[in-house]
């Protein structure tokens, strides 16, 4: 059973370009959270889906950042017009049930932005 | 302000001892998780343990968990090398319908050989 799938593992973008990152779940998970984490930094929460819903986004900043996770494919988090303030790592963790159980970690990603 | 909020910032041991390494928060909890992350890498579950347990082991893991003081301690038994990572814990908390997993900032262990 594959881990938590994140891809790229590694994305540089210019300012003002569009960032798109990749997180399929572990097999039979239907909740996945994003958090980005800076350096020196623990994990800061920012969306919670669900197949097709989004259940909490109080950690999205309200402009330029979204995010989905389709019927089918992987959940995406978009980032439109970065800035250099989004380099982080951002990580996916999927769960088979709600977020008061463990949740399972991706490698990350890792963006730049120059 | 932190939810969860780890002590010591940084921990630095020989082989061979025990690591004991605490964590606070401020609102009522359903459970708290242990996590550790190597440098580079993803976050790695260690331990969870609810809000009506006290104490709980896995392997040379000790977690307790005081809910009146709100503090849970963290204790790695006769530490190795392979032990340094950075770890954290996460309070999982319920507001309304919503559940969410709050992280602190860490705890950056370094077990000399």
């Known amino acids: 059973n594959a881990g938590v799938m994140q891809n790229p593992r590694h994305l540089v973008r210019r300012r003002g370009q569009e960032a798109r990152l990749r997180c399929s779940p572990m097999?039979?998970?239907?909740?996945v959270y994003w958090y980005r984490q800076l350096p020196e930094e623990g994990l800061k929460f920012m969306v919670y889906?669900?197949?097709?819903?989004?259940?909490?986004e109080s950690g999205m900043p309200k402009e330029r950042f979204s995010a989905e996770f389709p019927k089918e494919g992987p959940s995406i988090l978009r980032i439109q017009q970065v800035v250099r303030g989004d380099s982080a790592a951002y990580f996916c963790a999927s769960s088979p049930r709600g977020t008061y159980n463990e949740q399972f970690f991706g490698p990350g990603t890792r963006l730049t932005v120059l | 302000s932190q939810q969860g909020e780890e002590d010591p910032q940084a921990l630095s041991i020989q082989e061979g001892e025990n690591a004991t390494m605490n964590c606070s928060y401020k609102?009522?909890?359903?459970?708290l998780q242990w996590y550790r992350q190597n440098s580079g890498r993803g976050l790695v579950h260690l331990i969870l343990i609810r809000s009506n347990e006290r104490e709980k082991h896995s392997g040379r893991l000790r977690v307790t968990l005081d809910t009146s003081k709100k503090s849970s301690s963290l204790l790695i038994t006769a530490s190795r090398a392979a032990d340094t990572a950075s770890y954290f814990c996460a309070t999982a908390t319920v507001t309304g319908a919503n559940s969410k997993l709050t992280f602190g900032k860490g705890i950056t262990l370094s077990v000399r050989p």
């Open positions: 609102t009522s909890i359903n459970n």
């Open positions: 097999k039979g998970h239907s909740h």
């Open positions: 889906l669900q197949k097709e819903n989004i259940i909490d």
